[in-house]
């Protein structure tokens, strides 16, 4: 079966930091763009990051939203079949759960919701003093 598994969340201060982790199981990493996602409580769920599919998860190209960039950091271990966000300087506004998905694809990501193949199941962040 194939299975994403988020995990990672928790309650932070504003202004700390987390890092989510995506675990995916029954496929192989290497084919796909891998993306986080988040959905806040009353709003649409928005891509928040994204890597594009890579055999050697070096100089991989990756995009973000302009509500994360400079703060919010991706990468992929192939090795690991698993897929990570850093979170620094996190706000309230990012309290969300948060998804990561997967889309079976030769190279560029995207942030787009309908392009996901694969989804997991979410990983709460809380953002708050």
């Known amino acids: 079966d194939v299975q994403l598994q988020a995990s990672g969340g928790g309650l932070v201060q504003p202004g700390g930091s987390l890092r989510l982790s995506c675990a995916a199981s029954?496929?192989?990493?290497?084919?796909?763009?891998m993306s986080w996602f988040r959905q806040a409580p009353g709003k649409e769920r928005e891509g928040v990051s994204c890597?594009?599919?890579?055999?050697?998860?070096?100089?991989?190209?990756?995009d973000y939203a302009d509500s994360v960039k400079g703060r919010f950091i991706i990468s992929r271990d192939n090795a690991k079949n698993t897929v990570y966000l850093l979170m620094n300087s996190l706000k309230p506004d990012d309290t969300a759960v948060y998804y990561c998905?997967?889309?079976?694809?030769?190279?560029?990501?995207?942030?787009?919701?309908?392009?996901?193949?694969?989804w997991g199941k979410g990983t709460q962040v809380t953002v708050s003093s």
């Open positions: 998905a997967a889309e079976y694809v030769g190279g560029i990501c995207s942030l787009h919701y309908s392009d996901m193949d694969y």
């Open positions: 029954g496929f192989t990493l290497n084919y796909y763009a």
């Open positions: 890597i594009e599919s890579s055999d050697d998860s070096t100089d991989d190209s990756t």
